[in-house]
């Protein structure tokens, strides 16, 4: 009976009911932000041969009461309960509407977004249908939109996948494969998917100089993506040593504090107006 208790005691831990509670209420915090317009989209460049060619979009949620809160701390919660799908909706038109407005104006109208996707709102059986609404609603040229995939999305349905992207792709939507390394994916699978670029973790970048391992995968990368005719771009460059290694060694874009963190749109297109100027 005491041992009952104990777990009895354990399972109503006022702890536990606090994190339900917080969940619950930032869940509901998410609705009404996506209501009520709370959130936007920030913009860090990308460079490549010295030239800003796009940017990665990046969410800002400016919570009421909380202030800024980090993306790392409402996407896996906005997963969970599937705002992701309408987030992600949100995130696909922003920066489709700003393609658009871009596309007659000569400074930036080779701008190429990249646009973070969730693999639950990969999964749906409309999300081809969704981005593709989102070119048409807005009229971006397709070829300037990137969607960048993390290796989680392989793991569920390759053929799925693939066929997803072949459609996509068939308009010039491309891809890239976020966070490379740090996942799952296997080589086998790397070859038969129809991407475009790979983007080095910045967890291999930050000690690139100090540590030989990190070295050795920065390079492998590069190398690998190389020969299999992708792009490879570097992510968290934060130092000019650091850009020019990876340079040496053959990576083909890169992005990060050393030129910009993410900042709101008219900053990133003042900053590419600038440099297009140069
Ligand atoms: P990610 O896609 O790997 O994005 C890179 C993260 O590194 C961003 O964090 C960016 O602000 C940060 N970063 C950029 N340059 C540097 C640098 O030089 N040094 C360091 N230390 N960090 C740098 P952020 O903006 O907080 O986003 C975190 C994650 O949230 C993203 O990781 C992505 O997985 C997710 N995320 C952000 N926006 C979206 C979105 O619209 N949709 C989805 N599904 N996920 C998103
Ligand atoms: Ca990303
Ligand atoms: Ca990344
Ligand atoms: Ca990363």
Redesign the pocket.
């Not at 990665?56 to 969410?59: D, P, S, V, Y």
């Not at 646009?115 to 969730?118: D, F, G």
């Not at 992510?235 to 934060?238: F, S, T």
């Not at 992005?255 to 050393?258: A, C, F, M, V, W």
């Given at each position: 009976a005491k041992k009952a208790g104990r777990d009895t005691l354990q399972f109503f831990d006022p702890r536990m009911q606090q994190v339900v509670r917080e969940r619950a209420t930032l869940e509901q915090d998410l609705r009404t932000g996506l209501a009520q317009q709370q959130f936007e989209?920030?913009f860090?460049p990308q460079v490549e041969g010295g030239s800003i060619i796009g940017a990665?979009?990046?969410?800002r949620w400016r919570h009421p009461g909380q202030g800024f809160i980090?993306?790392?701390n409402f996407?896996p919660l906005a997963e969970e309960s599937g705002l992701?799908v309408p987030?992600?909706e949100w995130?696909l038109h922003t920066a489709c509407e700003q393609l658009a407005r871009w596309a007659h104006d000569p400074a930036m109208a080779q701008m190429v977004v990249a646009?973070?996707?969730?693999p639950r709102?990969f999964y749906q059986a409309q999300f081809v249908d969704q981005v593709l609404a989102a070119l048409a609603l807005s009229g971006a040229p397709p070829s300037r939109l990137k969607l960048?995939l993390?290796e989680g999305l392989l793991l569920t349905d390759i053929d799925d996948t693939i066929e997803k992207m072949v459609q996509l792709k068939q308009h010039g939507v491309g891809f890239s494969l976020?966070?490379f390394g740090t996942g799952y994916s296997s080589l086998a699978y790397l070859k038969r998917l129809p991407l475009d670029q790979l983007k080095i973790?910045?967890s291999f970048v930050?000690d690139v100089l100090t540590d030989p391992n990190d070295a050795a995968i920065a390079k492998t990368i590069v190398a690998l993506g190389t020969s299999l005719g992708l792009r490879v771009i570097a992510?968290?460059?934060?130092t000019e040593a650091q850009r020019a290694f990876l340079q040496e060694h053959g990576c083909h874009a890169w992005?990060?504090?050393?030129l910009s963190?993410?900042v709101p749109m008219a900053q990133f297109e003042a900053l590419a107006r600038k440099w297009a100027a140069r």
């Open positions: 989209l920030f860090q990665e979009g990046l969410l980090s993306p790392a996407i992701i987030l992600g995130v646009v973070n996707v969730s709102q960048e993390t976020d966070d973790d910045q930050r992510e968290g460059v934060e992005q990060g504090y050393l963190p993410p």
